[in-house]
């Protein structure tokens, strides 16, 4: 039954990528702007910003509800943007380098609430450093200053100093609020003065030439837990023990697979506006090409466990950790490459990918050296495939009669997901939970949108 | 869909293969006597005989089995005993072994029936062993399961953290292909990047890896058939002097003097997974797992775990001396004379994070995932001592150490002619055998013997994990 009912999602799915596909969403991106990219891209990282140079925004702790891939629900609090609907995580907030960031906290749930902003310096409330509250009895209450329950509102304000990946969460009763959803993203962009001027769609992720990335290939990935016996008990105002916390689903940007790999905001998904799709077309040996650049991934991981995440198709170049590059104290490139990414509690971590058609594979010119699959003698595994029917990238094929093919136009599809495979689950069925897809279209001109 | 698939004999382009094989033994090719020969498949190994030097064929077969565990297990929740597995095999007495029930890979050798082995699965699966620049080919044969003939699962073979992938290679059934019972698939490689990786089936990946289809790849280097420019020589595995190193972890350019050297003469692949035994058992009784309950009884070291660590390899197909461990082939014992160098290759797929410890001796690590440990600016080396290796699910960590001084006290500090050293996991609990009191789990040891130690007691190594 929960088969069945992933099955339908996944068709609903498919339907959705060819309306992005009808529409030409994906083409065309490299002369925008970030900001003007983020606010049409179907995949990739879907930006809030603010004025320029000071930008304030209203974030509102509420509570709502998500949907599960298996057909259930979960109670949630997080961050909404301004009066918005509840959405998990909260809105994806990006600043520039220099900025001075204005945060409101309102809060409506019916206990006191903070945020939190670990890797980020000299955070203020009233003009003085944000600070850990106690009671008249001296215990402590927060980390940090809160906004009171139903509500009350509290206002933070700090110099977005430098760039990197950042997380902000509930710094009061975290084991509880962060796990109910209470969290999000910063991302600051570097200032680039002085850098290498870059082509069209190319942008830094940090103050240094070695971090370009092509812009309409940037993607963001908060994973957690979720346990919903904790959702439960808040939403019925029962006692919960976070020592029996025992997660059942696994989440990349506030939904498991196959939601995962859904359009950012899919209207099935009307509170888990992220996807976390990747898209890419192979390395391009062209200096002016953007896809002459890797894709960048920023992960986040916001839950209580480590996440061993693994992206098939090839290594990643790690260049930054908890919002700094990494670089030695004389600025020198510490970046390195890794096939696997332990995620630990709280980091946070920028990646770079790049998929290079190595071999070139190619009917005519370099066929695959051994027999081609006899597919009635294979196994297409419930009938569905992301497969082309070719090994060749950007070739269709025949697929056996009966068998349901997701392939627009011969692309590859590369499975990223958490190698804890527990984690790769809904509750008990596989093929889910911390789980999503890279898609690699063939070299434009293609036939993919 | 499988269950209407036909039940099939082994393909005619199987069957050449096969044929091939045993064409090469007939010809009065050299074999390497079964004391020694290794469940894993290399370059040299004669069942590649006749093949062109730059090619290699591995044959593989996927199929379930059983394999022994020391220690014990309480009874659940519920009073049930799932360790040992009541449907287990038993020994000449009718005893009931200490076994669990395990999917899994096993080497096809020359001019046997793929399908003969099903049922005969081992833990971990054959060690696989290749070159930079050659090219690979990995015949996989899914021959069904001897326990559950209601269970149609398909299997694949995805080598994780093959760089550029196509999916067709993959492995992935979702994303390409999988292979059904009776059936086989070849899978083509062109491996550019020397390094220690893993494979595994991810048909059903969250129970088919933790079932126990899960191994070690690794590529070795050019610099191994080369040497280097800065004098390092052609190593032994490639046909170097006696006096050279047996190979080198990456293409490292540095003399074999210089501290940075990823020469070796001794290697071991410490395969790391683990045993929820409830799973096991629940596979083989025809019952579900609800994977959100997963929870490790038993820590697994290369298949076994201490003491059954420190037994000697053996070959699958030939009943060893210590026949409980037969389909678990593959030692973890380490041996070294003083100051030899030791690469060890340390990989985990079970779902939780190790820390692998050796206390008294320091650890350099070379390489993780595959990749040299060295400056994207200028190639220097970035590697670093430690006497701790943490590493996640998925992950691979090459360190090499040298062998410390021998203590000089008289038959070693073990009485046996040796120091003993301990490799083992920092996480107590994984130094367990399930529930049972004392020493078990993830553990080996490491022995120290004096530089002048005769051949005879301690032979240069030319295979890994001997």
């Given at each position: 039954?929960?088969?069945?009912?992933?099955?339908?999602?996944?068709?609903?799915?498919?339907?959705?990528?060819?309306?992005?596909?009808?529409?030409?969403?994906?083409?065309?991106?490299?002369?925008?702007?970030?900001?003007?990219?983020?606010?049409?891209?179907?995949?990739?990282?879907?930006?809030?910003?603010?004025?320029?140079?000071?930008?304030?925004?209203?974030?509102?702790?509420?509570?709502g509800y998500i949907s599960l891939p298996d057909g259930n629900t979960a109670f949630m609090w997080s961050y909404a943007n301004g009066s918005g609907t509840f959405q998990l995580p909260g809105p994806v907030l990006c600043v520039n380098e220099?900025?001075?960031?204005?945060?409101?906290?309102?809060?409506?749930?019916?206990?006191?609430?903070?945020?939190?902003?670990?890797?980020?310096?000299?955070?203020?409330?009233?003009?003085?450093?944000?600070?850990?509250?106690?009671?008249?009895?001296?215990?402590?209450?927060?980390?940090?200053?809160?906004?009171?329950?139903?509500?009350?509102?509290?206002?933070?304000?700090?110099?977005?100093?430098?760039?990197?990946?950042?997380?902000?969460?509930?710094?009061?009763?975290?084991?509880?609020?962060?796990?109910?959803?209470?969290?999000?993203?910063?991302?600051?962009?570097?200032?680039?003065?002085?850098?290498?001027?870059?082509?069209?769609?190319?942008?830094?992720?940090?103050?240094?030439?070695?971090?370009?990335?092509?812009?309409?290939?940037?993607?963001?990935?908060?994973?957690?837990?979720?346990?919903?016996?904790?959702?439960?008990?808040?939403?019925?105002?029962?006692?919960?023990?976070?020592?029996?916390?025992?997660?059942?689903?696994?989440?990349?940007?506030?939904?498991?697979?196959?939601?995962?790999?859904?359009?950012?905001?899919?209207?099935?998904?009307?509170?888990?506006?992220?996807?976390?799709?990747?898209?890419?077309?192979?390395?391009?040996?062209?200096?002016?090409?953007?896809?002459?650049?890797?894709?960048?991934?920023?992960?986040?991981?916001?839950?209580?466990?480590?996440?061993?995440?693994?992206?098939?198709?090839?290594?990643?170049?790690?260049?930054?950790?908890?919002?700094?590059?990494?670089?030695?104290?004389?600025?020198?490139?510490?970046?390195?490459?890794?096939?696997?990414?332990?995620?630990g509690a709280g980091q946070t971590w920028d990646v770079t990918y790049q998929w290079t058609d190595v071999s070139q594979w190619n009917p005519a010119t370099k066929p695959i050296p051994v027999t081609v699959p006899q597919q009635q003698n294979?196994?297409?595994?419930?009938?569905?495939?992301?497969?082309?029917?070719?090994?060749?990238?950007?070739?269709?094929?025949?697929?056996?009669?009966?068998?349901?093919?997701?392939?627009?136009?011969?692309?590859?599809?590369?499975?990223?997901?958490?190698?804890?495979?527990?984690?790769?689950?809904?509750?008990?069925?596989?093929?889910?939970?911390?789980?999503?897809?890279?898609?690699?279209?063939?070299?434009?001109?293609?036939?993919?949108? | 869909?499988?269950?209407?698939?036909?039940?099939?004999?082994?393909?005619?382009?199987?069957?050449?293969?096969?044929?091939?094989?045993?064409?090469?033994?007939?010809?009065?090719?050299?074999?390497?006597?079964?004391?020694?020969?290794?469940?894993?498949?290399?370059?040299?190994?004669?069942?590649?005989?006749?093949?062109?030097?730059?090619?290699?064929?591995?044959?593989?077969?996927?199929?379930?089995?059983?394999?022994?565990?020391?220690?014990?297990?309480?009874?659940?929740?519920?009073?049930?005993?799932?360790?040992?597995?009541?449907?287990?095999?038993?020994?000449?007495?009718?005893?009931?072994?200490?076994?669990?029930?395990?999917?899994?890979?096993?080497?096809?050798?020359?001019?046997?029936?793929?399908?003969?082995?099903?049922?005969?699965?081992?833990?971990?699966?054959?060690?696989?062993?290749?070159?930079?620049?050659?090219?690979?080919?990995?015949?996989?044969?899914?021959?069904?399961?001897?326990?559950?003939?209601?269970?149609?699962?398909?299997?694949?073979?995805?080598?994780?953290?093959?760089?550029?992938?196509?999916?067709?290679?993959?492995?992935?059934?979702?994303?390409?292909?999988?292979?059904?019972?009776?059936?086989?698939?070849?899978?083509?490689?062109?491996?550019?990047?020397?390094?220690?990786?893993?494979?595994?089936?991810?048909?059903?990946?969250?129970?088919?890896?933790?079932?126990?289809?899960?191994?070690?790849?690794?590529?070795?280097?050019?610099?191994?058939?080369?040497?280097?420019?800065?004098?390092?020589?052609?190593?032994?595995?490639?046909?170097?002097?006696?006096?050279?190193?047996?190979?080198?972890?990456?293409?490292?350019?540095?003399?074999?003097?210089?501290?940075?050297?990823?020469?070796?003469?001794?290697?071991?692949?410490?395969?790391?997974?683990?045993?929820?035994?409830?799973?096991?058992?629940?596979?083989?009784?025809?019952?579900?797992?609800?994977?959100?309950?997963?929870?490790?009884?038993?820590?697994?070291?290369?298949?076994?775990?201490?003491?059954?660590?420190?037994?000697?390899?053996?070959?699958?197909?030939?009943?060893?001396?210590?026949?409980?461990?037969?389909?678990?082939?593959?030692?973890?014992?380490?041996?070294?004379?003083?100051?030899?160098?030791?690469?060890?290759?340390?990989?985990?797929?079970?779902?939780?994070?190790?820390?692998?410890?050796?206390?008294?001796?320091?650890?350099?690590?070379?390489?993780?995932?595959?990749?040299?440990?060295?400056?994207?600016?200028?190639?220097?080396?970035?590697?670093?001592?430690?006497?701790?290796?943490?590493?996640?699910?998925?992950?691979?960590?090459?360190?090499?150490?040298?062998?410390?001084?021998?203590?000089?006290?008289?038959?070693?500090?073990?009485?046996?002619?040796?120091?003993?050293y301990l490799l083992y996991n920092r996480d107590y609990s994984n130094s367990t055998s399930g529930s049972a009191a004392g020493y078990g789990g993830q553990m080996t040891e490491i022995r120290i013997y004096p530089a002048n130690t005769s051949?005879?007691?301690?032979?240069?190594?030319?295979?890994?994990?001997?």
């Amino acid at each position: 039954m929960r088969l069945a009912q992933i099955k339908t999602r996944i068709r609903g799915l498919s339907l959705a990528l060819v309306a992005l596909v009808m529409t030409g969403l994906v083409a065309g991106l490299p002369s925008q702007s970030q900001e003007a990219f983020a606010a049409v891209n179907k995949t990739g990282v879907v930006c809030t910003t603010g004025a320029a140079g000071s930008p304030t925004f209203n974030l509102t702790a509420k509570s709502g509800y998500i949907s599960l891939p298996d057909g259930n629900t979960a109670f949630m609090w997080s961050y909404a943007n301004g009066s918005g609907t509840f959405q998990l995580p909260g809105p994806v907030l990006c600043v520039n380098e220099g900025d001075n960031v204005t945060i409101v906290l309102n809060n409506t749930l019916g206990e006191d609430t903070s945020i939190a902003f670990p890797a980020l310096e000299n955070v203020t409330v009233n003009g003085v450093p944000a600070q850990p509250q106690f009671d008249s009895g001296g215990n402590l209450t927060s980390l940090t200053n809160v906004a009171t329950k139903s509500g009350g509102s509290v206002t933070y304000k700090f110099l977005a100093n430098q760039p990197g990946t950042f997380v902000y969460q509930s710094g009061t009763d975290q084991g509880k609020q962060i796990n109910m959803g209470l969290f999000g993203a910063i991302i600051v962009r570097p200032n680039v003065t002085g850098l290498p001027a870059l082509p069209s769609g190319v942008g830094y992720a940090y103050k240094r030439a070695d971090s370009a990335f092509n812009l309409s290939n940037e993607y963001i990935m908060i994973t957690s837990e979720l346990d919903p016996d904790l959702h439960q008990a808040v939403e019925r105002n029962q006692a919960y023990d976070i020592t029996k916390q025992h997660p059942r689903y696994w989440q990349i940007n506030g939904r498991s697979f196959p939601d995962t790999i859904a359009d950012n905001g899919a209207a099935w998904l009307s509170t888990q506006p992220y996807g976390s799709m990747v898209r890419m077309q192979p390395y391009n040996t062209s200096l002016t090409s953007p896809s002459h650049y890797p894709g960048l991934v920023h992960y986040i991981n916001v839950g209580m466990l480590n996440h061993p995440f693994h992206p098939h198709g090839n290594h990643g170049r790690v260049i930054g950790r908890d919002g700094r590059a990494l670089a030695s104290p004389g600025n020198e490139d510490l970046s390195y490459e890794k096939y696997l990414i332990l995620l630990g509690a709280g980091q946070t971590w920028d990646v770079t990918y790049q998929w290079t058609d190595v071999s070139q594979w190619n009917p005519a010119t370099k066929p695959i050296p051994v027999t081609v699959p006899q597919q009635q003698n294979l196994t297409f595994k419930d009938g569905v495939t992301w497969y082309s029917g070719s090994p060749y990238l950007g070739l269709k094929d025949d697929l056996p009669t009966g068998t349901t093919s997701y392939n627009q136009c011969g692309e590859y599809y590369q499975v990223w997901h958490s190698h804890a495979l527990n984690e790769a689950a809904n509750y008990d069925l596989g093929f889910g939970g911390m789980f999503t897809l890279q898609r690699i279209d063939p070299p434009s001109p293609n036939t993919c949108s | 869909m499988n269950e209407n698939l036909p039940p099939r004999k082994v393909s005619r382009r199987r069957f050449l293969a096969v044929g091939g094989g045993a064409m090469a033994l007939a010809a009065g090719m050299t074999i390497i006597g079964p004391e020694t020969i290794l469940a894993y498949s290399n370059p040299s190994d004669v069942r590649n005989a006749g093949l062109p030097p730059n090619t290699q064929t591995i044959n593989l077969t996927a199929t379930d089995g059983w394999i022994y565990l020391p220690g014990s297990l309480a009874p659940d929740a519920s009073g049930r005993i799932v360790f040992p597995d009541p449907l287990g095999p038993k020994d000449a007495n009718n005893n009931l072994l200490q076994n669990v029930y395990i999917f899994g890979f096993r080497e096809v050798p020359a001019g046997v029936d793929p399908l003969s082995l099903k049922g005969q699965a081992q833990a971990s699966a054959p060690l696989l062993i290749t070159d930079e620049g050659r090219s690979v080919t990995i015949n996989l044969t899914n021959a069904g399961l001897q326990v559950r003939p209601d269970l149609v699962d398909s299997h694949t073979v995805h080598w994780h953290g093959f760089r550029n992938a196509i999916p067709l290679f993959d492995g992935v059934p979702e994303m390409s292909i999988a292979v059904p019972i009776g059936r086989d698939f070849t899978y083509y490689y062109e491996p550019q990047d020397p390094g220690t990786y893993m494979y595994h089936c991810h048909f059903e990946d969250v129970e088919h890896v933790h079932m126990g289809m899960t191994g070690v790849i690794f590529v070795r280097p050019k610099q191994n058939t080369t040497g280097n420019s800065s004098g390092a020589p052609i190593a032994r595995y490639a046909g170097g002097a006696a006096s050279a190193p047996l190979g080198y972890a990456y293409n490292d350019g540095v003399a074999l003097n210089n501290p940075l050297s990823t020469a070796y003469d001794r290697e071991w692949s410490i395969f790391l997974s683990e045993v929820w035994a409830k799973a096991h058992y629940d596979d083989a009784h025809i019952q579900v797992s609800d994977w959100s309950d997963f929870h490790s009884d038993f820590w697994l070291m290369n298949g076994r775990c201490y003491p059954d660590t420190l037994e000697v390899g053996s070959d699958p197909n030939v009943t060893p001396a210590n026949p409980k461990l037969q389909y678990q082939p593959i030692s973890s014992l380490i041996k070294a004379k003083e100051g030899e160098k030791v690469l060890l290759r340390i990989v985990s797929l079970g779902y939780t994070q190790s820390a692998m410890t050796v206390p008294g001796i320091d650890l350099r690590v070379v390489g993780k995932d595959a990749v040299y440990m060295k400056s994207k600016v200028d190639n220097t080396s970035t590697s670093y001592l430690t006497n701790t290796v943490y590493i996640g699910a998925g992950e691979a960590t090459d360190v090499i150490f040298t062998a410390p001084a021998f203590s000089g006290i008289s038959g070693g500090t073990s009485g046996n002619g040796y120091d003993t050293y301990l490799l083992y996991n920092r996480d107590y609990s994984n130094s367990t055998s399930g529930s049972a009191a004392g020493y078990g789990g993830q553990m080996t040891e490491i022995r120290i013997y004096p530089a002048n130690t005769s051949a005879t007691i301690l032979p240069a190594q030319s295979q890994p994990n001997t």
